[in-house]
């Protein structure tokens, strides 16, 4: 077990490092679950599941995933302004 907590770290560890919800995280996770060995491996993240809430997950896969996130994507926090509709003239 002393090799798995050098290359491994628990997700609430990795939020801070990936700065996402930890739920995402575990949704990652579980999308390539294996129940026979409790193992994920195949997606972005790699980890174990240690009981029904604790995972521990690869660090480098982590540090990969972290600079991978396109903080720019997705939608504008602030909507712009609509631009001034002419009057007609009538």
Known sequence: MAEIHGEYITVTEATGIIQ???TMI???LR???DP???R???GRI???LLNERTWLVRKSDVVTLS???SWKAGKPRTAKKPAA???KRG
Do not use: F
């Open 26 to 28: 575990r949704r990652e």
């Open 31 to 33: 999308k390539h679950l």
């Open 85 to 87: 509709r002419r009057k």
């Open 40 to 42: 994920s491996t195949g």
């Open 36 to 38: 026979d060995t409790g």
């Open 46 to 48: 790699s980890g174990y």
């Open 67 to 69: 600079q991978s996130l």
């Open 20 to 22: 996402v919800n930890g």
